[in-house]
């Protein structure tokens, strides 16, 4: 099993719906999670970082941690062309390594 | 402020030569990473700075791979003898310390001939 995976095919909604991304890892002593943003062609951007159970909400992004079920989640809100990206999910490994699922693509109708 | 800055942005280079990628991290972080992305896939960690030692470089794929950090601030990735298999994204991150977010470079494209 890989530390991380995402294993969702690319996602197209509409403009203005909502877009959801799922996350699991695998080591149960991860305490936080990031997500970055990455357009095609560029280098990965940090969009949200969760260390707590629950929801953090910045702005259209909410990110949803569940340590229990070991996953955690980015919904996009209101979604936009400029949203368009592939989604990486990211935890902490051994020395503050960062591992990485294979990314999420999302593309936006508008 | 500055953020994380490679270059070369893009390398080409012919199988079994020898190539440096530089890192300059953004000012006052003191951990420094690097990492490779192949195209379809996240980035794949290789070594991992804190300061000027490298504190983990599990992730080098072979003895070619070796990365410096002489003064704590700016790192290079050398790659000895370089493969067809090296070619990829190489991508720099820093961090203001241990378990603080990271955030990355441009990358360099190296392509492998």
């Known amino acids: 099993q890989k530390e991380v995976e995402q294993n969702s095919g690319p996602l197209s909604v509409p403009e203005g719906a909502i877009a959801s991304l799922n996350c699991t890892y695998s080591d149960r002593g991860s305490q936080s999670f990031f997500w970055y943003r990455q357009y095609s062609g560029k280098s990965p951007e940090l969009i949200m970082f969760i260390y707590s159970n629950g929801d953090k909400e910045d702005g259209r992004f909410t990110a949803q941690l569940n340590k229990a079920s070991q996953y955690v989640s980015l919904l996009i809100r209101d979604s936009q062309p400029s949203d368009s990206a592939t989604y990486l999910c990211a935890a902490p490994y051994g020395n503050n390594r960062l591992a990485f699922g294979k990314g999420n693509q999302v593309v936006v109708i508008p | ?113």
């Open chain 2, 1 to 113: 402020g500055a953020g994380v800055s490679q270059t070369p942005s893009n390398k080409v280079t012919e199988k079994g030569k020898y190539v440096e990628l530089r890192c300059d991290p953004i000012s006052g972080h003191t951990a420094l990473y690097w990492y490779r992305q192949s195209l379809g896939q996240g980035p794949e960690f290789l070594i991992y700075f804190q300061g000027t030692g490298a504190a983990d470089d599990s992730g080098l794929p072979n003895d070619r791979f070796f990365a410096v950090r002489p003064e704590g601030s700016v790192s290079t990735l050398k790659i000895q003898r370089t493969e067809r298999g090296d070619s990829a994204v190489y991508l720099c991150a820093s961090s203001l310390s241990v378990a603080n977010e990271q955030f990355f470079g441009p990358g360099t494209r190296l392509t492998v001939l």
